[in-house]
């Protein structure tokens, strides 16, 4: 394939951050297609918009998702990306590889694809980065066979879940992400590959209120890591912290011009409860108030963690904005035991039981949060079967407008207008 | 043996799932899982999680353009073979993580890294820009109303020294979306940029029929300004839809559902700039972003109305904003109206919501700070 | 002369509007008007304002049940001619001020009050439970979900120790609406009570032509309940409407518009309490009240359960907040899932909002207090 | 006519507050119609409901408003209240009162009505309560000679103007409330007493941010004193205060069983802005971060006070919750002028902006603030003239649904698809 002149792409070759133009162009080297996307990609540059046609319904055999169709607009021009799918190839919990592995995937994608990837998608797939209709199941055979690997998902179906580190390497996880997302990608392998849910539906799994996988904004059920006794408080280094023997925040800000560490400024005062205070040198905590919020415990690692009765919050609900708005997960269970012993079954008990009435309930793509809001949160309790908490909100209803049921009201609805013209006349 | 075309079902293997993790640790990270202690971030982009055990694990982080080429991921491969016995990984915002299981090994891994150019620059920790999400654009999205790859590279050349350093008065997360659709979390992100569209949907009604089903075009608009209409097609009367423009908000929704009705254009699309979202439960609650500046001109390959946009908020938060105080905390602590006046914005009606829940957003209070803005 | 009914419009005079209030104000009040200095309230009910001229004006204020006889508003005038030379006044909230311009005219003036049994109780100043604001209720309207002078006198009786005195956290605004019109500013008090129907409206075919029109009425349901429908009377059909039981939040709107639907029933109406509102801009903005018992029931004629709810709230607020802290500013720290477990008030799914702006009220944050509520 | 048993409402005739029972049993001795009140009174509270018809068109010729009808639904038992219609006397500014006044209107009331009455109304008008129909024109007769005084509204109409007591007894006002009430029910009395409006429509005055009126929560328009320059210091008192030698809060909380006084607890700290500091014994305001909220003016009303440029801010369109759910007040106009030199023009004309506009697009029985919501605010704005301001908002919006203007957008709106199609094949 001819190198294109790319004028305006050369620009984002200067600069201190990783340019994805030389990468491209060193890429072009062996992989000659790379030319056309960096021509392709120009012309946008110059036309001020995409190239790339309206989606594309491609896929290997007997999935429902995994591959998202692609095809130029200018296919003469740039034959190397006349056809550009991406495959989403399911990553392993929290991303960490072996090299080993990795070079086998790039041994791959240099045989069927672009040679060109995302290190990751938003979702958290390795997202391999175009390639042709006909090369989609020589690939998939390969990283099945070859690699005992397997696609995420696309389309109306589940996902691939994704989670933060966890105890991998956090001292703060409430529960293995690594595991509890490992497991439910592989329970529902069924519902990751073949669409069958009215929209799609993410899971992501944080292990504790930090939220490092972004799970309360961008997923339909977000499992995050919390606890229900109270927070461990190392006495000894909390004097070490006041002192100014130990970095706060675990030295994230080192290097700011700030003035020395000082409790009551950077830790009392910021608890959104107010339930610290020192007496004397020593750290009080009323566990009772908190609502573990993590700023304390970000800000002196060393002398306070979380306590030792972990779980999880489990928030539905949260999607982007289309199309009624933006959603947050909604809490709707304040504390889940997440156990491998039992392999997850309270969890998973709890998403049949949201998948059940969504797919029952819910219209086309419409996500599990906007049946939600369609249905009103009582009405969703009521069907999970789940105890109304004054937790479930900020703040109660401060409108009057209350949905009675027949059955709660004495002598139910019916009444008799000439009964009542008896004694009220008009 | 391999794929043969002829007989596809033929020895298919399927939902295998993606590797067991545990494959993947590190033997440092596998060892002590559950029983780290804490961690310290020695300095921009390197930190250490001590282990109860005793063991400590040193990370080094580097950025990445996240759209990056497998000759490049081979060459961090070459850096993990090095230095980390095999294995390295990647955040949950794109950047690269290499361990290492003793502090002595931290200096050659570094030496290693910043002897390849700008391919791995050394950061993204703590009170610092990290690596923004972002999303496909241009590269290979079918309906992106800006690029993501080529701003975002202009945005993080521009603000590159707050990447490896951890001077800011809280993280910074900037994040891109190229359309509504939003992929990522950019509604929820301290500095969003985001594509959109101002013109309404064309539509090719010499297409339509063959491409769409009209019945979902028409649901699809969260308005109602898709509607059912006739048109003209080669002098014969086709069923087709027509778009009230006046109803429009530019969604796109209408573009997912039906390729014959393109949105985007050179003029009309451009970059939102949104402001104060976050995600983490710390101190406040997660909170969405609000948008500031409604539009500015797609202007590659560097856009700098954009890269400025950003960079003078952020220069505004950092002289004004206290320790642990992120942008959209700092934001509300001094009042929205503040926030204008100190970044030097230009308020217009396009910052006043008015869509489904508009009315929890009007000022029903005669609480208000007096700005440049009331004359 | 005077009004002659078979010449209506001779002589008529229309629009003279009021009184202008000059001529109604204490010499003491006119003289001083815009020149006061400060205040101070003396003892509960009785305050004095300085001038800046050295004027002073001693206030004493009074509750009343605001249902009151032209007898008792005599008697008022009797004591404003005995002490005030012939002057006073109502606050906004129903009370009736007597004012003198010497601190050695407040004792007899008090005396005199206190001489006359409980007819003018003095107090409703400062940290203290003032008179509540309330509506018409069985006494006048027609369409009271409960009675309005009968559940505050029950109230009062049994607040009245906090009328007389400043020992509250701050002010305390009690209000009564007899129904969801909500006349008084019940939808912002410290503690609402609300009447509350909980049947849908019975449709009185018979007579609903003659006294409806049908397009109004049906348009009149917010949630589209009321449908056109016929329906049969003495063999005939005619043109009626129906309810869709299911969808009517017992709003009432529909009877408001057409008095064949009428809603109140002995067992379905009663009193919701809401809580937390507040109108001031001090400290906190204006904010809404919030329905934390959804339905007591109606017991005259001393509303016990209705009762006990508002002063269990009280007692548990005086315990439990901080100094100037309204209740909804006390709650909102709290929070409201500590509320309910300090004042031992079930929470059940009518306190969860699903109207209109419903989703803002949603926690969607993982901070929150573990009570007694989670199993 | 007959006394009723009334064995119910009997009970309340105990108790410490004021009992209305035994107030209507000593007005009965003269005016014995109020037997009748206090008889189907008992009965609705035997019967756990109203005894009151629906609705009943009556009036004075010419007006629209002022008078509500009620007919009893029992009235061969108690013909006393047959008719009962309740009669808006409107109230003067701040319903201050000479005994003359009253006691000619009680004079009235004793010969044309039932004898009992509301002081006040919630809208602010005096509420006579309960006549007959034939008795209307002879009180209004009477009401108009002999008094020189005139009803008030009711219907679609303006609604009796009400405020607070302001400059009369107030050392906070920002304006004269009573001035500004008056000018307006006078300015207004064709929209008052003849309906002309889509629905009721309420002005309500209060001098500062205290808003003892409660207009911000139950007036279309309301008018709420503020400043623009400093709080008025006076460090001498503030000593005072810090000293304990003034009490607090005006006193309020005399009897309160609180600690001695603390200026930081109770004001720096309560300043929502935090712009409040200490420097020695002198306090200490940043201005222009203070959002006027009155907290520290009340609790040390010797010390501070209000600043000396003095207006009010405009709120538009609160209502009670039928139909939308409540509304509080939007702040319009951050600052305004009020003063009675020019007649209150700047108010005036704001007033007729929103009247002309509200009376060409509001709909039947939609109040000013529902049809604010259905056209949204920057539509209200842009038709009421206002520039936007960052003040009209609590936040930006967070949600991307921007309506542009095709005037806003390079080029306009109109496009040639087949042109497009030239550069982007489909
Ligand atoms: C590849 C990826 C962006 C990226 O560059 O990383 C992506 C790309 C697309 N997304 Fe997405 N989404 C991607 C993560 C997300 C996320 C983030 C997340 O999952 O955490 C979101 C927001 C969270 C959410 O789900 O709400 C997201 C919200 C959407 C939406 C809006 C959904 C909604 O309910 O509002 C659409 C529109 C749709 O579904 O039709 C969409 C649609 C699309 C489509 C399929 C375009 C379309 O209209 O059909 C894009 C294909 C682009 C292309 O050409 O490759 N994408 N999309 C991400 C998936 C990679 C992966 O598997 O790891
Ligand atoms: C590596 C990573 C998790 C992963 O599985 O990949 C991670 C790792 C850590 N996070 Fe995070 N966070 C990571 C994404 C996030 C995200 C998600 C995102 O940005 O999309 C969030 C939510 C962001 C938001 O609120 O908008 C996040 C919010 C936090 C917070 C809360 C900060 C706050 O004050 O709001 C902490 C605590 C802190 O830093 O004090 C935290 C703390 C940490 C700690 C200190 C946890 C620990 O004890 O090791 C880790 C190192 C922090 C650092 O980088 O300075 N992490 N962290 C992610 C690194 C992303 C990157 O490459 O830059
Ligand atoms: C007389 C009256 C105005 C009138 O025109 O009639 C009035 C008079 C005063 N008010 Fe008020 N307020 C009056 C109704 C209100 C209302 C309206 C209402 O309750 O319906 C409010 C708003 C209530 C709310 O927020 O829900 C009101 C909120 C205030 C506040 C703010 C208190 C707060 O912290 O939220 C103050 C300041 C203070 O008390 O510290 C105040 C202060 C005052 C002062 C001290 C003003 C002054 O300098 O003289 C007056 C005596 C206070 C007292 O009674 O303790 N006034 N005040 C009203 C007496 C009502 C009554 O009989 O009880
Ligand atoms: C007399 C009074 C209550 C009282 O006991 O004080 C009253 C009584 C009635 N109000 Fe009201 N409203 C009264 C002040 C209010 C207020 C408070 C205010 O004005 O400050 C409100 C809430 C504020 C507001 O305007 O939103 C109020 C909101 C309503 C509503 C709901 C309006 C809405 O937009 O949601 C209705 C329903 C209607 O208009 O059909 C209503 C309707 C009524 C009617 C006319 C009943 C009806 O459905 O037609 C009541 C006649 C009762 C009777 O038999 O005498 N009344 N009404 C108040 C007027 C006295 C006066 O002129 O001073
Ligand atoms: S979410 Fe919590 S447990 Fe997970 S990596 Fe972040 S800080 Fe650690
Ligand atoms: S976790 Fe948050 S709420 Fe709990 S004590 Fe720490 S700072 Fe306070
Ligand atoms: S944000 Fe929009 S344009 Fe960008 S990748 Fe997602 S769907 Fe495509
Ligand atoms: S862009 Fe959105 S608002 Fe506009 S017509 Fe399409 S779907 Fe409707
Ligand atoms: S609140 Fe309802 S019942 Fe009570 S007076 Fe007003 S309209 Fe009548
Ligand atoms: S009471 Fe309200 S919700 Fe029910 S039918 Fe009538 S108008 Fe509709
Ligand atoms: S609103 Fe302000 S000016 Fe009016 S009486 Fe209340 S405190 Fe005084
Ligand atoms: S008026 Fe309110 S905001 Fe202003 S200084 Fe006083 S307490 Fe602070």
């Given at each position: 394939?001819?190198?294109h002149d790319?004028?305006?792409?050369d620009e ?6 990783p340019?994805?133009v ?13 030319w056309?996307?960096?021509g392709?990609l120009?012309l ?18 007997g999935?429902g998702?995994?591959i998202?169709g ?6 003469a021009?740039?034959?190397g990306?006349?056809h550009f ?12 590889y ?5 070079r ?5 994608w240099?045989?069927?694809?672009s040679?060109?990837?995302?290190m990751?998608g ?7 980065l175009?390639?042709?209709?006909e090369?989609l199941e020589?690939?998939f ?6 690699l ?12 691939t879940?994704?989670?933060?580190l ?6 703060w996880?409430?529960?293995?992400t690594?595991?509890?997302c490992h497991?439910?990608t ?5 519902e990751?590959?073949?669409p069958?849910?009215p929209?799609k539906?993410k ?31 190392d006495?000894?280094?909390?004097k070490?912290?006041?002192?100014g023997n ?14 020395a ?16 205070w020192?007496e ?7 566990n009772?108030?908190?609502t ?14 979380p ?5 999880a919050?489990?928030c539905?609900g949260?999607?982007?904005p ?5 959603q ?7 504390f889940?035991?997440?156990s ?15 998948w059940?009435?969504?797919m029952e309930?819910?219209?086309n793509?419409e996500?599990?949060g906007?049946t ?10 009521s ?14 209803r401060?409108?009057p407008?209350?949905?009675w049921k027949?059955?709660e ?13 008896k004694r009220?006349?008009? | 043996m391999?794929?043969?075309p002829n007989?596809?079902m033929?020895g ?5 799932g993606?590797?067991?993790y545990e ?13 780290w202690?804490?961690?310290e ?21 580097a ?8 000759e490049?991921?081979?060459?961090m491969?070459?850096?993990a073979?090095a230095?980390?016995?095999?294995y ?8 690269v ?5 003793s ?12 002897s390849?150019?700008?391919?791995f620059p050394?950061g993204?920790?703590?009170?610092c ?12 999205c ?6 993501a790859?080529?701003?975002?590279k ?11 350093t951890?001077?800011l ?5 900037i ?13 929820a ?16 009604h ?6 769409c089903?009209?019945p979902l075009?028409i ?18 009367e086709i ?10 908000m530019?969604c ?7 390729p ?7 003029d009309?699309?451009?970059i ?6 976050k995600v ?7 909170t969405?972003?609000?948008m500031?500046?409604?539009?500015l ?6 856009w700098?109305?954009t890269?400025?946009?950003v ?7 950092i002289?004004?904003a206290?320790k642990y ?5 700092w ?5 929205w109206e ?7 914005i ?6 006043i919501?008015d869509?489904?829940l508009?009315?929890d ?6 609480q208000?700070?007096?700005?440049s803005?009331?004359?």
């Amino acid at each position: 394939m001819p190198k294109h002149d790319t004028p305006l792409l050369d620009e984002l070759e200067s600069g201190p951050w990783p340019s994805f133009v030389s990468d491209l162009k060193r890429q072009a080297e062996t992989k000659p297609e790379c030319w056309d996307i960096l021509g392709q990609l120009e012309l946008s540059y110059k036309d001020k918009i995409t190239h790339w046609k309206h989606g594309g319904i491609v896929g290997v055999f007997g999935y429902g998702g995994g591959i998202v169709g692609r095809y130029s607009d200018v296919p003469a021009q740039f034959p190397g990306v006349e056809h550009f799918h991406t495959v989403r190839v399911n990553q392993p919990s929290s991303k960490y590889y072996t090299t080993e592995n990795l070079r086998a995937i790039m041994d791959l994608w240099e045989k069927h694809g672009s040679g060109m990837t995302n290190m990751h998608g938003s979702t958290g797939d390795m997202i391999l980065l175009g390639t042709r209709t006909e090369n989609l199941e020589p690939f998939f055979w390969d990283l099945t066979h070859k690699l005992d690997q397997d696609l995420g998902g696309s389309g109306s179906n589940l996902r691939t879940p994704a989670c933060c580190l966890g105890q991998s390497r956090c001292e703060w996880a409430c529960y293995d992400t690594q595991e509890a997302c490992h497991h439910l990608t592989m329970h529902y392998q069924d519902e990751i590959h073949r669409p069958a849910f009215p929209y799609k539906f993410k899971f992501k799994f944080s292990g504790c209120p930090n939220d490092c996988v972004a799970s309360i904004a961008r997923s339909d059920l977000a499992v995050i890591g919390t606890w229900r006794d109270d927070i461990r408080i190392d006495q000894a280094s909390v004097k070490e912290y006041v002192a100014g023997n130990i970095p706060a925040n675990g030295g994230a800000y080192k290097g700011g011009d700030w003035p020395a560490f000082d409790i009551k400024d950077e830790v009392l005062d910021l608890c959104p409860t107010d339930c610290m205070w020192m007496e004397g040198d020593e750290l009080k905590i009323d566990n009772s108030e908190c609502t573990r919020c993590m700023h304390c415990i970000n800000v002196m690692p060393r002398a306070l963690r979380p306590g030792t009765d972990m779980g999880a919050s489990i928030c539905v609900g949260a999607k982007a904005p289309i199309l009624d708005g933006a959603q947050f997960a909604t809490l709707v269970v304040p504390f889940m035991k997440i156990s491998k012993d039992n392999d997850f079954e309270e969890l998973i008990d709890f998403i049949e039981q949201v998948w059940d009435w969504w797919m029952e309930v819910g219209k086309n793509r419409e996500r599990v949060g906007e049946t939600m809001q369609r249905i009103g949160l009582p009405t969703f309790l009521s069907v999970m079967e789940i105890e109304p908490l004054p937790q479930h909100v900020k703040e109660p209803r401060s409108n009057p407008y209350v949905f009675w049921k027949e059955e709660e009201v004495p002598g139910g609805w019916e009444r008799d207008v000439a009964e009542f013209r008896k004694r009220n006349a008009m | 043996m391999g794929y043969d075309p002829n007989n596809p079902m033929e020895g298919r293997i399927t939902d295998l799932g993606p590797p067991k993790y545990e494959k993947f640790l590190p033997p440092v990270i596998k060892n002590n899982k559950g029983k780290w202690l804490y961690h310290e971030i020695q300095e921009p982009g390197i930190m250490v999680h001590v282990s109860e055990t005793g063991d400590e694990v040193y990370t080094v982080r580097a950025g990445s353009a996240r759209l990056i080429s497998i000759e490049l991921i081979r060459e961090m491969c070459d850096v993990a073979d090095a230095h980390c016995d095999g294995y390295l990984r990647f955040t949950t915002r794109n950047n690269v993580e290499f361990m290492v299981d003793s502090k002595d090994k931290v200096g050659p891994l570094v030496e290693d890294l910043k002897s390849r150019g700008n391919k791995f620059p050394i950061g993204g920790t703590g009170a610092c820009v990290t690596n923004p999400v972002h999303t496909q654009g241009w590269v290979h999205c079918h309906t992106p109303a800006t690029d993501a790859s080529g701003p975002v590279k202009a945005v993080m050349d521009d603000l590159f020294e707050y990447f490896g350093t951890m001077t800011l008065p809280a993280q910074v997360r900037i994040a891109l979306a190229c359309c509504l659709n939003m992929c990522g979390a950019v509604h929820a992100s301290d500095i969003a940029l985001l594509g959109v569209h101002r013109k309404p949907p064309m539509i090719d009604h010499s297409r339509i029929s063959g491409v769409c089903e009209l019945p979902l075009a028409i649901a699809s608009c969260p308005l109602g300004a898709v509607k059912p209409a006739k048109a003209e097609v080669n002098g014969e009367e086709i069923k087709s839809v027509k778009v009230n423009a006046e109803r429009c908000m530019f969604c796109g929704n209408c573009y997912t559902m039906c390729p014959a009705m393109p949105l985007a254009d050179p003029d009309g699309d451009g970059i939102a700039i949104l402001v104060g979202g976050k995600v983490s439960n710390s101190r406040s609650a997660p909170t969405f972003s609000k948008m500031v500046i409604p539009f500015l001109p797609n202007t590659p390959p560097r856009w700098p109305e954009t890269v400025d946009a950003v960079r003078n908020i952020l220069e505004v938060y950092i002289k004004d904003a206290k320790k642990y105080e992120r942008i959209g905390e700092w934001a509300e602590r001094i009042g929205w109206e503040k926030f204008f006046e100190k970044c030097n914005i230009p308020f217009t009606d396009k910052s006043i919501d008015d869509y489904r829940l508009a009315y929890d957003t009007w000022r029903t209070s005669t609480q208000f700070k007096y700005t440049s803005h009331i004359k």
